[in-house]
């Protein structure tokens, strides 16, 4: 009870203040101290893309931490489907030209529920150079895009080496086959390889 009325005491000697207004103008101050710093982003988390939270619905949660993209080597189109970013341990992986990009950054355009989530784990150069959403053609086949649609795919590419690390390239699924079953004959041909 000393301590408290010691404590009371003081604040009413040195701030001039009842304890009641003393402690309510402290709350206030921390109040808007909060929701002021709340406005502003940190630098380190300035460059990292909003993150809704169907948690807390925050739109300023900060981004789960950065992945190292990792090569992917020839992949088939079969494979490139596995990367369409619903598996959340997976990158979310595009193919332009033939080309795989990783795209996690772009996780709010290709993610679950983004704008363009039907081009990811996809090869979509047709869809790029036609401007179109359509799925038939969401696909690697150019043939019968004239020049203007060309320099359209073009600029795609460009932007996409621009800003995404490219892990890898596409191949078809025969050729993925051809390799094996060299690789089987070489091992028939050289047991102790
Ligand atoms: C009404 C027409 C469209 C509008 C208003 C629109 C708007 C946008 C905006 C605002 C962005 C974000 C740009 C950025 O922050 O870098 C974007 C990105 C993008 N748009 Fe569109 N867009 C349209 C049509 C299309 C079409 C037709 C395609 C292709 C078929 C397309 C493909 C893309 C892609 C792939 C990205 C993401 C690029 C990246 O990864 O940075 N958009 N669009």
Redesign the pocket.
């Known amino acids: 009870m000393g301590f408290y009325s010691t404590i009371t005491n003081q604040i009413s000697f040195y701030t001039g203040l009842s304890p009641t207004a003393f402690f309510t103008i402290a709350f206030l101050t921390f109040l808007v101290y909060r929701t002021v710093s709340a406005m502003f982003v940190s630098p380190q988390d300035f460059n990292k893309p909003p993150v809704v939270s169907a948690r807390s619905g925050s739109l300023f949660e900060v981004a789960e931490p950065r992945r190292e993209p990792v090569q992917v080597g020839e992949i088939t189109e079969a494979e490139l489907r596995l990367y369409n970013g619903s598996d959340k341990s997976k990158p979310i992986l595009i193919s332009v030209k033939g080309q795989i990009y990783d795209?996690s950054e772009?996780r709010n355009?290709y993610g679950p529920g983004g704008?363009?989530t039907m081009?990811a784990g996809k090869e979509c150069s047709r869809?790029?150079a036609l401007?179109?959403?359509k799925p038939q053609d969401i696909n690697g086949n150019l043939e019968g895009l004239d020049e203007s649609e060309l320099t359209i795919l073009e600029d795609w590419e460009y932007?996409f080496i621009e800003?995404y690390p490219k892990v890898g390239r596409l191949v078809s699924e025969e050729r993925t086959q051809q390799i094996e079953q060299s690789q089987e004959d070489n091992l028939k041909l050289n047991p102790n390889e």
Do not use: D, E, P, T
């Open positions: 795209v772009g355009f704008s363009y081009f869809a790029l401007l179109s959403f932007k800003k």
